[in-house]
């Protein structure tokens, strides 16, 4: 199978088990603190990960100063990402948080500009149109509710952060992609973010440790979809992905997730479709097969006329 197209499948996994998230988180928020929500299943997806990755650390010889990039990475863009949302959905509202979201392709594709050199093309400029066009009609309801007057000022910022840590977190992985294998990707970003993140559950949650026992069937299954679906085999996936694609390629897919997430409301949380969430989601799916199989044409029809140039003396 093409290298494009395994890739493209891939990533439209990936995004259907993202668009799951907030249905597991749904499930766990009743017993489980929004810390504690990340940082567990992000320790136990480590753990799991950690006999792997010392095998391969002690047979490629490498050093720890080898992983440092992810320090920076996880501390200036995984974290953010993680923590300025959780502490900004609690200063905005749902709906802010919902809108400015879009945004992340938008900003993905800046700094894959100014860090990877990468362009946007016609393909990608229209998929981008139709994709947000798509959102929009799927998010009627948030945008009617968007509020942000000045009183939100504080979460509404916080939650754009979030958004600027993870779009250079993506873009960062993008280009060290080829140095490490994405177990190790996972991994040492998980490890450090779960370092960082032990402090706050610490300090905001720690009567989580002792309401396991008492958890729910559906807190149960919310913390197993994540630690395995969401922070394990999805990430795993995703990095595969990246690999093969643009850094931009990868953040307009996410728009997906908005496409994915409107049956999954329907059908578990019991949310009514209507006829221009639905076609919404249509154009969502349009806008991406554009980029899979248009902008990938492009993209190898660019690297054969590179290849095709007689070499310079």
Not at 138 to 150: A, E, G, P, Q, Y
Not at 265 to 273: D, K, R, V, Y
């Amino acid at each position: 199978m093409n290298k494009s197209i395994q890739s493209w499948a891939i990533l439209f996994f990936c995004n259907l088990i993202w668009s799951f998230h907030f249905t597991s988180i749904k499930l766990t928020q009743d017993q489980v603190g929004p810390y504690f929500t990340v940082w567990a299943p992000m320790l136990l997806a480590t753990i799991f990960l950690a006999p792997f990755v010392i095998r391969d650390f002690r047979k490629g010889g490498k050093k720890l100063k080898d992983i440092l990039i992810f320090v920076q990475l996880a501390a200036l863009g995984a974290f953010p990402s993680q923590v300025l949302m959780t502490w900004g959905t609690q200063y905005s509202l749902a709906s802010n948080a919902a809108i400015l979201v879009m945004t992340l392709p938008v900003i993905t594709a800046v700094f894959a500009f100014l860090i990877l050199k990468e362009k946007m093309n016609t393909a990608r400029w229209i998929s981008f149109a139709i994709a947000i066009i798509g959102v929009a009609l799927c998010s009627t309801d948030d945008i009617k509710r968007v509020d942000l007057s000045s009183r939100y000022a504080l979460g509404n910022g916080l939650i754009f952060l979030a958004i600027l840590g993870n779009a250079y977190y993506n873009v960062g992985c993008k280009k060290v992609s080829g140095q490490y294998t994405e177990m190790e990707m996972v991994f040492y970003t998980y490890l450090v973010m779960s370092i960082l993140l032990t402090p706050l559950v610490l300090y905001y949650e720690p009567e989580m440790f002792s309401k396991i026992p008492s958890f729910t069937t559906n807190t149960w299954i919310g913390m197993i979809s994540l630690t395995l679906f969401h922070n394990f085999l999805s990430m795993l996936l995703f990095f595969k992905a990246l690999k093969n694609l643009d850094a931009t390629q990868v953040a307009l897919s996410n728009y997906l997730i908005t496409f994915m997430g409107l049956p999954i409301a329907a059908i578990w949380l019991g949310e009514t479709l209507n006829q221009q969430a639905i076609i919404g989601g249509v154009l969502v799916l349009v806008s991406t097969l554009i980029l899979s199989i248009v902008d990938s044409k492009v993209q190898q029809k660019k690297v054969a006329n590179i290849n095709q140039e007689p070499a310079k003396l």
